[in-house]
Structure formats: C-alpha cells, structure tokens
C-alpha cells in the first residue's frame, strides 16, 4: 500500500479513541406531531459490550430553559462498533432545541461486569445544530 493510500484510508476512517465511548448527535429532524426525531451514533472504543446504558437528557429550548426530561435506552452497545439510535421528543420541534444536556447515566454496566467511570469515559460530539453537552 502507497504511504497516500495509506494517509487517505487515515483520514477516512472515524477515529476513535482508545478507551472512550463516543456519543454524536448526528441528525435532528421534525417527526410527525411536531416532534423531534434525534439520530445518535455510540462508537465504542472501550473494549468493552456495555448491555445496559442509559442516559439522561435535559432538553433545553430556544431560551436555554429546561423544556423536560428525558431518559434514553442505548444499550446493547457492542466493543468496537458505531451503532445508531433514534428517540424521540415529543411536544418539541427541533428548531426549539438548543442543547441536550446528559445529566446522569442512571445505567451503565459492561457485560463483563466492571463498573467503568461512565461519565468520565463518554464523550460527546454534535454535527447536528443542537448542542450536546454534559
């Protein structure tokens, strides 16, 4: 393989880091109801099958008030994979949100039965207009 080649898959592939849990709002967009659909992506660089992890959300509206909240069911979250998940607020529109706050992982257990530092091992990304933040 060419070092450009080389460079160009680099480049290509989504880097994970090595022991973190990436949580990325990827997409919002306007579910029937006027509602807001929420695509996340868990790419899982820890090594480890979590089979429970739950988040909980504060949605904030345009005005940066807490609107309602919201726990999300993530789990299973295999090793070494990027898995997607939709969920759903309800009563919202998407062009009234401006952050998701993760206040408290009320569940986070690996299949090994470790108890990681969840918050400390999550990191999280927004490509979409909503801020996501803990």
Avoid: W
Avoid at 31 to 58: D, I, K, P, Q
Avoid at 95 to 100: R, Y
Wanted: aromatic share 6%.
């Amino acid at each position: 393989m060419s070092v450009a080649l080389f460079v160009g898959t680099l480049l290509a592939a989504p880097l994970v880091a090595q022991d973190t849990l990436v949580v990325e709002l990827n997409k919002v967009e306007a579910s029937e109801g006027g509602g807001c659909s929420t695509y996340f992506l868990f790419r899982n660089g820890t090594g480890l099958n979590f089979a429970t992890l739950e988040l909980s959300l504060a949605i904030l509206d345009g005005n940066g008030v807490i609107n309602q909240l919201l726990t999300v069911d993530a789990a299973p979250v295999p090793a070494a994979r990027t898995t997607l998940k939709l969920f759903d607020i309800s009563g919202l529109a998407c062009d009234d949100i401006s952050e998701l706050l993760v206040h408290d992982i009320p569940a986070c257990a690996p299949e090994d039965g470790t108890a990681p530092a969840c918050f400390e091992t999550i990191a999280l990304e927004s490509l979409a207009d909503v801020a996501l933040v803990k």
